[in-house]
């Protein structure tokens, strides 16, 4: 046998998924042959059922509409609303500034995921950025995902190429692992969130890299190499996730082929290129790699303010959680801003838990290294992949998030796969097992995905779940108050626009009659909604957005009540967080003329004065404290004629 012969024996993909290494010999020719010449013919049925399951469980989200970061990144921002016109600038900016107007560090190191917005872009010019078809784009994709996942897994485990497993295609290893990712809940978030295509893309990316891997370690075809770069290149534009299978694709080659170092090394060769060729490009377009500042924003940095022991402990609580949430997924939510997770230390149990668990993992996968265990290969892929989004090493904005778990749901769902399928010696429990868990998770699934069809649907849902949460109860309040209260308001101010006109006494009455229920009807709105925001301070005192509507609320409650002490008082609470807020002066700015009681203009003069002093210190060198200098001096000038 040649030496080039003999490499290409060695490269094959193992034929044994029980962990325990590759087999010594590939299978025959003629039969490798015929797989790869007709494989999407031959394995119709199962690429066939995955597919369908695909779409048949995320169809649904057609009639949805633009959730969360869509606003961002699809629907208001100003790149991708000029189309295809608008795609360079798209590749050259932040990711953010297409809605924010300037590059603006919201989370830390910035982020630069070009390909997905420019896909929105691409959507607006030729579907007028119709929502059902950006929605219908991210099932197809998922569905795509599925196929290829199964092409991929086929690959690692080729055991049903034999005679006697084409029979039970719907019980292979790569079958059951690809249904069992396809199905699970934790993905609804980056199905049916449109903004969630950056994952898909990103996942499609990876499966790429590792079937044209595959490929080159059985052929040695140098266009395989370059298939890989421009797998890892898009992908990577997608989602920096993608950097994690530099360490996967060796470890994926070492599993489960017989390829000798220098092979391995060869095929990270295209990946290192294009991660170099990548960061250059971050590079030139955010103006650093990463800047290593802290971002002091809560809701952007969960972590801001805690000690090392705190961080450290409240992150290996949320891997305990995702966990639980692979192993039983439920409750969902989007939600696991500031304080859904609570901030833990090393004295709680379900930390010290945590850490235990994953060191005895570490150790299941580190002792099976050398027999090529699966189980040991899905540990490592899922700790790998998912250490990217961990908060271990860079804060990604947010104590967690189900769509965080998306690659790394393949390695538990390849060691489910061998549980059932390989270790489980009675076949027919083991195929019962897999029946139960797929209609299990497909029925979360279903439940799980309405939840996302419309901002009301997601915010109620999560405050249901995560009450203890300051941006859930924030965005519950903010539904309410677009829902309940601004609704009275315009039609408040219609009728008053409409006595200004003139018009017969009879009209006049008829509107003033219903002025009086519309007042009634707006404290009763304003009731219902206050407690969410303050809620959300009790929560987190410092969050200006729900700062900012407690002083438009306490705005509107004033001109209902006219109550300056109340009025005082809410705004006061507001300032003395250290949130500048633009309104409060302009409402001041307001009532300081119209004050004709000398009891309220002495609580402002009282007012104005305690903050002159707070912000004199609070914030030297700013306007601030001439602004309320400049009320006080109005204020007194008017006291002297009162």
């Not at 990217?388 to 965080?404: D, Q």
């Not at 901002?455 to 829902?483: C, I």
Request: proline letters at 4%; a positive charge; one cysteine or more.
């Amino acid at each position: 046998m040649s030496k080039k012969k003999n490499l290409k024996s060695q490269a094959q993909p193992s034929a044994k998924s029980s962990g325990t290494g590759p087999v010594s010999s590939p299978p025959s020719k003629t039969k490798t042959a015929i797989v790869k010449k007709n494989f999407f013919v031959e394995h119709w049925r199962p690429l066939t059922v995955i597919s369908l399951l695909a779409i048949g469980l995320y169809i649904q989200t057609l009639s949805f509409s633009y959730v969360l970061d869509d606003t961002i990144l699809v629907e208001n921002n100003k790149f991708t609303t000029k189309g295809i016109a608008g795609i360079p600038e798209i590749f050259s900016t932040e990711s953010f500034k297409g809605y924010f107007g300037d590059q603006k560090e919201m989370v830390e190191g910035g982020r630069y995921r070009p390909l997905s917005i420019a896909t929105f872009a691409v959507e607006k010019s030729v579907t007028g950025g119709n929502k059902a078809i950006a929605h219908l784009i991210n099932v197809l994709l998922y569905a795509l995902t599925g196929m290829f996942l199964y092409r991929v897994l086929f690959l690692m485990f080729p055991k049903a190429r034999s005679d006697a497993n084409r029979s039970k295609w719907f019980f292979t290893m790569a079958f059951v692992a690809a249904i069992i990712f396809i199905v699970h809940p934790l993905h609804v978030e980056a199905v049916a969130n449109v903004k969630g295509r950056d994952e898909i893309l990103a996942f499609l990316g990876e499966l790429g890299i590792l079937y044209f891997s595959f490929k080159y370690l059985e052929k040695e075809k140098t266009k395989f190499l370059f298939y890989s770069f421009i797998c890892y290149f898009l992908g990577i534009l997608s989602k920096e996730n993608v950097i994690t299978f530099l360490a996967i694709v060796p470890i994926t080659a070492y599993f489960f082929t017989k390829s000798n170092t220098a092979a391995r090394i060869k095929i990270m060769l295209p990946l290192v290129a294009a991660t170099i060729v990548y960061l250059v490009i971050r590079q030139q377009v955010l103006g650093q790699l990463f800047s290593g500042q802290e971002i002091a924003n809560l809701m952007n940095n969960p972590f801001y303010g805690m000690s090392f022991g705190e961080k450290t402990a409240t992150v290996f609580y949320t891997l305990l959680l995702y966990l639980k949430l692979l192993v039983y997924p439920h409750p969902l939510t989007h939600d696991y801003y500031p304080y859904h997770i609570p901030i833990m230390s090393w004295g709680d149990w379900a930390a010290i838990l945590s850490l235990l668990l994953h060191l005895f993992l570490l150790v299941v996968a580190l002792r099976g290294w050398k027999k090529r265990s699966t189980v040991s290969y899905g540990i490592l892929f899922y700790m790998i992949t998912l250490s990217i989004v961990s908060n271990l090493f860079i804060s990604v904005g947010t104590f967690m998030n189900e769509r965080f778990v998306y690659h790394a749901l393949l390695g538990f769902s390849i060691v489910v796969a061998w549980l059932l399928v390989e270790k489980l010696k009675i076949k027919t429990l083991g195929m019962a097992i897999f029946a139960v868990a797929t209609i299990g998770l497909s029925a979360k699934t279903l439940v799980r995905i309405p939840d996302w069809k419309t901002m009301e649907t997601l915010d109620t849902s999560a405050l249901k779940v995560s009450p203890n949460s300051a941006r859930s109860n924030h965005f519950y309040g903010m539904l309410l108050w677009g829902k309940n209260f601004l609704p009275l308001k315009a039609r408040e101010d219609s009728l008053n626009a409409q006595l200004k006109t003139g018009m017969d006494s009879t009209r006049a009455a008829q509107i003033r009659t219903e002025l009086a229920s519309l007042k009634i009807k707006k404290k009763s709105a304003l009731d219902s909604i206050s407690p969410y925001f303050e809620k959300a301070l009790q929560i987190l005192p410092s969050y200006s957005s729900a700062n900012s509507m407690k002083a438009g609320i306490a705005g509107e409650y004033h001109k209902m009540d006219n109550d300056y002490a109340k009025l005082i008082k809410a705004f006061e609470e507001v300032n003395l967080t250290g949130t500048y807020e633009k309104f409060i002066l302009e409402y001041l700015h307001y009532v300081n003329p119209r004050v004709n009681n000398r009891k309220d203009a002495e609580m402002l003069e009282a007012f104005y004065k305690r903050m002159i002093s707070f912000n004199d210190i609070k914030f030297k060198g700013t306007t601030l404290p001439g602004e309320y200098r400049s009320l006080l001096k109005e204020m007194e000038e008017r006291m002297k004629n009162m």
